[in-house]
């Protein structure tokens, strides 16, 4: 593959489910704010914290006033602490020993293509979690909204 690509998450912390992702061969606030805008556009939610870590990216002006334009609470941990944004760094490690390590792309949107059926395909849908009782993150929320109902 010709260059490198950045991927940029948004997790549901309550079911792991990715709600929101952008890809781009940058790693400027635009991109961090694509993958919130899809979260957003997905969730339409009230009263959501947003947690990151002090990249510079989440740190921009302009993804700051994104947040505040829907009522995001930022919340970033401290500096060089490798615990901190522990969840996405699972998600990054699923992703790579479960798709990358099997693929070599030609180029960037052939790498989308496959990295969007990875996460709507399989991740959501079906790749189970021990922290959500063996199931995905999709069939939890289901679950859910059947319990809460």
Known sequence: ???FLFLAVVLDVFSRRVVG???ATHMRAELVIDALNMALFRRKPKN???HCDQGSQYTSIAFTKRCEQFGVT???????DCYDNAMCESFNAILECEL???HRFKNPREAALVVFD???SFYNPRRRHTAIGYI?????????????A
């Open 1 to 3: 593959m010709a260059g």
């Open 21 to 23: 992702w952008a890809m």
């Open 74 to 80: 930022m919340s970033m941990g401290s500096v060089g």
């Open 100 to 102: 990358l390590v099997f």
């Open 48 to 50: 959501v914290i947003h």
């Open 118 to 120: 990875f996460i709507e």
């Open 136 to 148: 995905s993150p999709m069939e939890f929320e289901r679950r859910h909204m059947e319990t809460a």
